[in-house]
């Protein structure tokens, strides 16, 4: 049998509000609520179930979506457009800018709950090319 993530569930202050944030950004559309859960679905299957829970509660995690390049000129453009800070590096120190990591492009941004949200369209290979 292959193993295959399914879902995985995404701390926030207001399920509704990451939820929407993240499938605005990236082009998704939200689920229905189920119970507190309120899910966006990828492409490969996998759902994220947005749960609101205290803020100070929540430990921020880091988020990574593979994207084409037509979906990484949309969700730049929305980004650009809603005025969300991003950087080209995980620490923030290159505000406003992509990187070009192995041969694609990446950006970092953050959601409402403060979780680290990236998006690239290359997988990354380690050790770099």
Known sequence: MSVELNHTIVHSRDNRESAEFLAHILGLE???????????DTSNG?????????AESITPQHYAF?????????????IREDGVTYF????????????????GRGV???DPAGH???IITTPYTFPEQ
């Not at 939200?30 to 966006?40: K, L, R, S, T, Y």
């Open 88 to 103: 080209a590096d995980p620490h923030g120190k290159q505000p406003g800018e992509i990187n070009h990591h192995h041969g």
């Open 116 to 118: 680290g949200m990236e």
């Open 66 to 78: 593979l994207v084409s390049d037509e979906e990484f000129d949309a969700a730049l453009a929305r």
């Open 30 to 40: 939200v689920g229905a609520e189920w119970g507190p859960f309120i899910p966006v």
């Open 46 to 54: 996998v759902t994220l179930d947005f749960a609101t829970i205290p």
């Open 108 to 110: 970092y941004f953050m």
